[in-house]
C-alpha cells in the first residue's frame, strides 16, 4: 500500500507528524532483539527510565502509558478520590479535550475551573489567585473537596509558565494542602523556551508529578508519568495495569524514548519546532487583518485571521483549527516542520491578507 | 545501545516475541507518508478497517485500542451496566490476569466464574450448562444480573471452541437474553486450527463482540474490537476516547494491521505457532514424568513436569511459567519461534526427564 | 433525652422542618402492623405507588430512595452513560451541592453549564437557547456528549418553571435527542404555585423522569423516582439495590407518602410554606436597604440586606443563608413556618433596617 | 388505611420487624423539638455519637447512613483503591446479596473468596489460613493486590467468631499488611452470645471498622459505621455525601438509635432473639427427618427439613427461605418474636415431621 504524504496538514496539529529517525532508530533496534521480557521487564525500559532519572536529577518514579489522556488521569487519580477536585484552567486539555477521562479514571472527582485575571486569562494560564479563590470559596461537604492543581505546561495557548509562576503556585498549593500536577504534553517545547535545566520547572519548582509528552515530539506512542513525589506512587503499578494501559511489548513503547533521550533529541526536536513558530509568526504579525493573539513562546502560534483569508486558506489545502479559545485560528509547528512550508503559508496568508483588505 | 537477542526465553509467552517483518514494514511505510489525520481519520485506519470488514465477511463496527485488558473491558462495558454480570471460564483473562479491569471500566459488573463439567474444566472451556446453571440460579435483585457470557478463543488452556460449541454457548445466550463476548487475544490460533472461515466461529456462530487480538501474533501493539452487533457500538467512539484509548498517531496503531491482514499474514504466523506447539508436544509427550495434559490445539502445550525437570531447565536459561491451573507448565509457542529452538528444548528436557527417571 | 424546639431557626433550610403529623400517621400505623415483607414487597409501598400513579394519571415506573442526592443521580445514570454529559443551570443543585454525587454515579458523566440570558439566569432559569448553544457547541468525541436535560422545579432561586417554559425546552430537549430529567426537591412547591395538575409540568410537558421530593415537604426521609418514559427504567431495580438505596423496612419510606398523598396533604404543605414566602415578601419587600430579588414563586424569599441588619437579625437568633448565587439571603419557608413567626422575624428586619438607614 | 398483623412471616427475616418502641419513643421526641440542623448538626447525632464512643469505650469516628450494603460498601472503598481486594467467607452478604455494592462504590475492587477448612466453612467462617493463602497466592499487578479482611459478626449462618478467632484474622491482617472490616449486621446478636465487652471484638481484637447494624436490631433505617482507625476516615464525611447517604435530617435516623443506646436496648433486644432461637432450637432439634446444620450462635437456626414438612408449613402460612448456604432452610427470629409463635411453629412443625415419617 503506497500513499503520498501531506505537507499541507503540517498546521493542524504536531500529533499529525510522523516518528522521528531516532526514535525509530530505537524501535528497531529493540525489534531486532528477539524476545525480550514482557511488561516492562525488558532493557529498553530499565534504560530509559534510567535516563529520565538522570535528566530529572532525581529518583522519580516512571511508568509508561499509551496516551495523554491516560497519562493526566491515572496521575490524577493517583492524587485524589471521587470526592475531591482538581483545579484547573478553563482552557486545560483535561477540562475541555479528554471527554471526561479525569473524571471516569477518578471514579468522580470534579473538575474546578479557576478564573484568572484577564491578562494571565489570555495566555491560558491559571494564576495563585484563581487557585486561592476556589478554595477558600467553600468547605462544606457538600462540594468536592480541592486536592489537585493541574498546570498545562507549555499551555494549550502556546505560551510557557516561568519559573517563578510555577514556584508561587506551587506556593499556594502546600498551603492548602494540594497536590501540583503538571500536564506536559508539550513540556519539551516548554523547557526549550526557557532555556532551564528540566528540573527547574518540575520537582524544584514545587511538582509532585509530571506528565511527560513524548508523542507530539516525536514518538509513536507513548507517554511517562514521572512521579517526584514518591508517596503518590504506591500501587500506581496495579492502576495501570488495571486501567489498560500496561504493554505487553512495553519495549516498542520505551525504546523510542532511548532514542529521543540519548543525545538530547527531545529537546532538540523542540526547539525546532519552538523556531518554526517563531519564523511563522515573524512573517505574518505585521499582515493586514492578521491579530496574532500573544507572541508565541512554544511552538504555536495563535492568531486571528480574517474570514476571507481562512477560506482561501483552506481552499488551498492548508489545514490548521479555527475553534480556539478567543476566536484566533492555532497554527501548530511539530518536530518536522520545514523553513519551506512555513514560508509558503506565510505568503499564502500574505497573498490573501492583502486582497482581503 | 546493543542488545543481544534471548532465544531462551521463547517458550514464556508469545508476548515476549517482537514485531513480525509484514507488520514492520507497514509500520514503516506509514510513517513515511509525513502528516496524516489523527484519531483515525487516516487512510491505514480506513484500509485495515476495511480489511477487517471483507476478513469477516460482514459490515461490521471496528476501533483500535491499545491492548487486550482493555479490548475486553471496554467491549463488556458496552454490553453491561454496573449492576449486571459477566459469565465466564475460572480460567479466562479477564478473571485471572486483568487485575480488575473488567470491573474497573464496567464500574463495578462482577464476574460470575461458571462450573463446567470436569472434562470440559481440564480444557477450559465453558459449558453451555455451566453457563444456564449461573443465569437460572437467582432472579433476585441482590444479585448482580447476568448480562453476558464470555469466551476465550483459543482459551487460556492452549484448546479450541469448536463451531458447535460456540454455537451452543450462542443458543444458551440468546434464550437467556446474554450477549455473546469472545475474548481473541489467540483467534487467529483457533483459526489456524479449525481451519474454518473467521465467520464461521464468530457472527455466524452468535457471537456479539469480538476482541481481536493482533499483539501476541506478531504487532507491536494494539488490538482490535469488532462490533457483529452494531447496536452495541453506539457512541463506542466516546468510550474510547474516554478510556483513555484513543491513539492520537492512530495510524502506528492501525497500519500494522494492514500489513498482518494482506497475504493473510496473521493466519501464516498463526499457523507457525500452532506447529511448533505440534512439533514441541511430539517430541515430548512420551518422556518419563512428562504429562502432557491434553494434545496442544493451539499454540501452547500444556505439561506437568517433575520438579528436578523444571530446575534443571530453568537453570539451562530456558524460561516458561509454572503457576498455570491444573498445575502445569505452560509452554508457549510464538510466530517467531524456530524448530531448532524446539528440539533443543525437547532435547534439554529429555536429558532432564531420563536423569530424573 | 429532652431537648426544647428551636424556631428561630426557620428561615434556614425546609429541610430543619420536622416531619408532619399526616406522614406521622402513616409511620406509625406501619409499625403497628407487625412483620411485613421487606425491600418493597409490602402493601404500604404497593399503596404509594399506586398513589402516584394516580396522581399523576400515567402507568410510571416509581422507586424510593433515601435522599435527593441519589435520586437525582441514580436517574442521571439511567439516562447517560460516563462519556454522556448533563445540561443544566449554573445554580442547579446536582452542579453545586451534591459533592459530585451525578459524577460519581454515572462513572464520570459531565455536567455542563448552561449560559441563560441574563433575565433567566437571575431567576435561576435554563433557557432552550442555552441548551441549544451547548448541543451544537461540539460534536466531536473530545467531548462528552450532551444526553440530558436537567431542570429544577421550583428552581434553586425560588422561582417556577412555567408550563410553557418546561414544553419549550422539552422541544429542543427532543430535536437534539436529550432525555428531560427534572430535580423535583421543591415540586410540590411548583405545583402549588403554578396550580396546574401535576402531569401539566412533567410527562405531558416532556418530561421523562421526576425525581419527586418529600423530605423538605414534611416526610423524615424518602423521595420517589418517577419513570413517566418506562424504557429508562430498566433493571433501576438492580441500580437501586447495588447503589446502596434499598431499604430493607421499606414501609418506613413509603408509608409516610401515603399520609402525604392522602387528602392532598403534600399539596396544602407545599401551600402552606408558599403563603408563608409571600407573607415575609410582603412584610419586608419595602423595607430601606432591602432589596427582594424577585417576588417569591415557592417558598423562599431571595434578598439583599444591609450587612448591618443580617449581623443584627443572626446576633437575636434568627439563621438563614446568606452564600446564595448572586449574594442574596435566602430566606426559607417550611410546611410549619408560622404566621407569628414570619411576622416576628419582619419586624426584627423592620427594626435592624431602621437602624441602620 | 389500615391493615392487619403478619405473624406468620416471623421466621422469613429480621428485617420483617418494625421499629421497637425505645427507638419509636426516640424518633417522635426528636420529631416534637421543632426546627433542628440539618445534616448532622443537631444535638441527636451529637448524643448518638457520644453514647457509641462511650460503649466501645474509645474515641472512635462515627458515621451514620442508611442501609448495610451503603455501610460495608462506603467503608470498604475508604479501604481500598479500585485495583485492591477484599478477602471474604464464600456466604459473606458483601459477596452474595449486594448486589455487586462493594464493587460499585470502589469502582472495582474484587471480592477474593476465602476457602477455609470443611469445619468453619459449614459454620460460615473465614480462618486465618483461608486468608494466608489468599494473600501468600499471587504477588503479580494482573491480580487485584488484597487490602481487606472482611468478616461477618455474627456470620450469614448465624454463627459467632469468638475474641480469639476475630484475634488470630487480625493477626494475620495485620502480618500481611490488610485492614480488618466488620459486617455487623447482627453486632448485637455477636455480642449478646459471647457475653464479651464490644470493644474485646472490635477494636480491642485488631477490628479496623465495624458496619454496626441497627436496623435487624429494631431500627426502622440506619448503619453506623464506626472508624476505630480514625485515619481511615480521612474525608469521609465527603464521600457518605457523595455517595447519596447523608440523611438532610440527620435526627430521624440518629434519634432512634439513641433509644436503642440507653439503657441498653440493644443487648436486650439481641438476647430476646437469641433465646428466640435457642427455644426454637430445643424444640425441633430432635424431631424426625430434622437436621440442625449446627446449634444456633446467634438469631438463627439453620435446618434441612423434609421437602413434604416445607410444604406442609408454607401451605399453612408460615415464611422462611429454603435457599440458603448448604440446603438449609434458616429460620430468624427477631426482637419481636414471640415465645409463642416460636411454639406455634415448632409444633406445626412437629405435626408435620411425625406425618412425613
Same mark, same amino acid.
Given at each position: 500500500m503506497t500513499i503520498s504524504t501531506a505537507?499541507?496538514?503540517?498546521?493542524?496539529?504536531?500529533?499529525?507528524?510522523? /516518528?522521528?529517525?531516532?526514535?525509530?532508530?530505537?524501535?528497531?533496534?529493540?525489534?531486532?532483539?528477539g524476545h525480550q521480557p514482557a511488561y516492562g521487564d525488558d532493557?529498553?525500559?530499565?534504560?530509559?527510565?534510567?535516563?529520565?532519572? %538522570?535528566?530529572?536529577?532525581?529518583?522519580?518514579?516512571?511508568?509508561?502509558?499509551?496516551?495523554?489522556?491516560?497519562?493526566?488521569?491515572?496521575?490524577?487519580?493517583?492524587?485524589?478520590?471521587?470526592?475531591?477536585?482538581? /483545579?484547573?484552567?478553563?482552557?486545560?486539555? /483535561? %477540562?475541555?479535550?479528554?471527554?471526561?477521562?479525569?473524571?471516569?479514571?477518578?471514579?468522580?472527582?470534579?473538575?474546578l475551573v479557576g478564573e484568572s485575571d484577564s491578562a494571565a486569562a489570555l495566555l491560558g494560564k491559571?494564576?495563585?489567585?484563581?487557585? *486561592?479563590?476556589?478554595?477558600?470559596?467553600r468547605h462544606d461537604i457538600h462540594y468536592p473537596?480541592?486536592?489537585?492543581?493541574?498546570?498545562?505546561?507549555?499551555? %494549550?495557548?502556546?505560551?510557557?509558565?516561568?519559573?517563578?509562576?510555577?514556584?508561587?503556585?506551587?506556593?499556594?498549593?502546600k498551603r492548602r494542602h494540594l497536590k501540583l500536577h503538571m500536564d506536559g504534553a508539550r513540556f519539551a517545547n516548554a523547557v526549550a523556551t526557557l532555556g532551564v535545566h528540566p528540573s527547574e520547572i518540575t520537582?524544584?519548582?514545587?511538582? *509532585?508529578?509530571?506528565?511527560?509528552?513524548g508523542t507530539k515530539n516525536g514518538l509513536p506512542v507513548g507517554e511517562a508519568v514521572v512521579f517526584f513525589d514518591r508517596d503518590l506512587s504506591a500501587d500506581f503499578a496495579w492502576r495501570v495495569k488495571q486501567a489498560g494501559q500496561?504493554?505487553?511489548?512495553?519495549?516498542?513503547?520505551?525504546?523510542?524514548?532511548?532514542g529521543m533521550l540519548e543525545h538530547n533529541t527531545w529537546l532538540?526536536?523542540?526547539?525546532?519546532?519552538?523556531a518554526m513558530a517563531q519564523r511563522l509568526y515573524q512573517a505574518i504579525h505585521g499582515l493586514p487583518g492578521v491579530r496574532v493573539m500573544h507572541p508565541p513562546q512554544a511552538n504555536a502560534v495563535f492568531a486571528q485571521l480574517p474570514a476571507a483569508c481562512i477560506a482561501r486558506l483552506h481552499a488551498t489545502g492548508w489545514k490548521f483549527y479555527e475553534f480556539i479559545a478567543g476566536g484566533g485560528c492555532r497554527l501548530?509547528?511539530?518536530?518536522?516542520?520545514?523553513? %519551506?512550508?512555513? *514560508?509558503?503559508?506565510?505568503?499564502d496568508l500574505a497573498a490573501a491578507s492583502a486582497q482581503a483588505a
Open positions: 505537507p499541507s496538514q503540517q498546521f493542524a496539529s504536531d500529533n499529525l507528524a510522523g /516518528i522521528c529517525p531516532e526514535a525509530l532508530q530505537s524501535l528497531l533496534d529493540a525489534n531486532a532483539s532493557i529498553w525500559t530499565q534504560k530509559s527510565t534510567d535516563m529520565l532519572r %538522570e535528566l530529572f536529577q532525581t529518583d522519580c518514579d516512571v511508568y509508561y502509558v499509551f496516551n495523554g489522556t491516560a497519562a493526566n488521569s491515572l496521575a490524577l487519580a493517583s492524587m485524589c478520590q471521587s470526592y475531591h477536585s482538581v /483545579i484547573c484552567s478553563p482552557v486545560a486539555h /483535561i %477540562e475541555t479535550d479528554e471527554c471526561g477521562g479525569p473524571e471516569f479514571f477518578s471514579n468522580g472527582s470534579k473538575l491559571l494564576t495563585p489567585d484563581a487557585v *486561592d479563590d476556589l478554595v477558600t470559596k473537596k480541592p486536592k489537585v492543581v493541574s498546570l498545562t505546561q507549555a499551555t %494549550e495557548l502556546g505560551t510557557v509558565y516561568t519559573v517563578e509562576e510555577v514556584r508561587a503556585i506551587a506556593a499556594i498549593a520537582w524544584r519548582a514545587g511538582v *509532585d508529578v509530571l506528565c511527560f509528552g500496561l504493554a505487553s511489548k512495553m519495549r516498542f513503547i520505551s525504546a523510542p524514548w532511548v532538540r526536536n523542540a526547539r525546532h519546532a519552538n501548530m509547528c511539530a518536530w518536522d516542520t520545514q523553513p %519551506e512550508t512555513v *514560508d509558503a503559508f506565510a505568503a
